[in-house]
T-cell receptor, first 115, second 114 residues
Framework: GAGVSQSPRYKVAKRGQDVALRCDPI?????LFWYQQALGQGPEFLTY????????KSGLPSDRFFAERPEGSVSTLKIQRTQQEDSAVYLC?????????????FGPGTRLTVT | AQSVSQHNHHVILSEAASLELGCNYS??????LFWYVQYPGQHLQLLLK??????LVKGIKGFEAEFIKSKFSFNLRKPSVQWSDTAEYFC????????????FGAGTRLFVKA
């Protein structure tokens, strides 16, 4: 594809609901990152995949957050039992190389609002 | 823990003014440094990066940044801003021994008056 795409672009969830956020990285990109961006803040690292392997999940804030990339391309970030503090923009980024050191190409983000 | 500090949250300049946005990081080892920009309504995109070599790096649209290791700084500069530079700018750091985590600063919103 032409760039990283994310869906949905906007999601409103009631507190306690589960949500699933999708990321389609650029075709052929080995690395995939998820970030959480709260209002007025920079992106905060959540997790990193190299192909289908989740090599770093140190940024996931709780065990309610789960990410997968089963075939090494599309990734899903799932948040269970959403809380108000989960309201944020969730960004996905991909990069060509299998390290975290190269340019990351960002998607438009999914804005999650938990009411 | 690594952190990135951007000194100014909001900057307002007139066209043709010079720009310098401060960025300091806390990590004593080898780092890779980035500036990303987000124009209104667009995705985050890379402005420039430093991995090694010449500490003065040039990016797109006339931007440059200087890595000063002794000051743990990577300030962004542009000699003459344009209205189209209105955007939010993020400094980011990846420590080579920090795994795959890239740490972003809180961002600086630049508004350029025409």
């Amino acid at each position: 594809g032409a760039g990283v795409s994310q869906s949905p672009r906007y999601k409103v969830a009631k507190r306690g609901q589960d949500v699933a956020l999708r990321c389609d990285p650029i075709s052929g990109h080995v690395s995939l990152f998820w970030y959480q961006q709260a209002l007025g803040q920079g992106p905060e690292f959540l997790t990193y995949f190299q192909n289908e392997a989740q090599l770093d999940k140190s940024g996931l804030p709780s065990d309610r957050f789960f990410a997968e990339r089963p075939e090494g391309s599309v990734s899903t970030l799932k948040i269970q039992r959403t809380q108000q503090e989960d309201s944020a923009v969730y960004l996905c980024a991909s990069s060509l190389a299998g390290t975290g050191l190269n340019e990351q190409y960002f998607g438009p983000g999914t804005r999650l609002t938990v009411t | 823990a690594q952190s990135v500090s951007q000194h100014n949250h909001h900057v307002i300049l007139s066209e043709a003014a010079s720009l310098e946005l401060g960025c300091n990081y806390s990590y004593g080892g080898t780092v890779n440094l980035f500036w990303y920009v987000q124009y209104p309504g667009q995705h985050l995109q890379l402005l420039l990066k430093y991995f090694s070599g010449d500490p003065l790096v040039k990016g797109i649209k006339g931007f440059e940044a200087e890595f000063i290791k002794s000051k743990f700084s990577f300030n962004l500069r542009k000699p003459s801003v344009q209205w189209s530079d209105t955007a939010e700018y993020f400094c980011a750091v990846n420590a080579l021994t920090g795994g795959f985590k890239t740490i972003f600063g809180a961002g600086t919103r630049l508004f350029v008056k025409a």
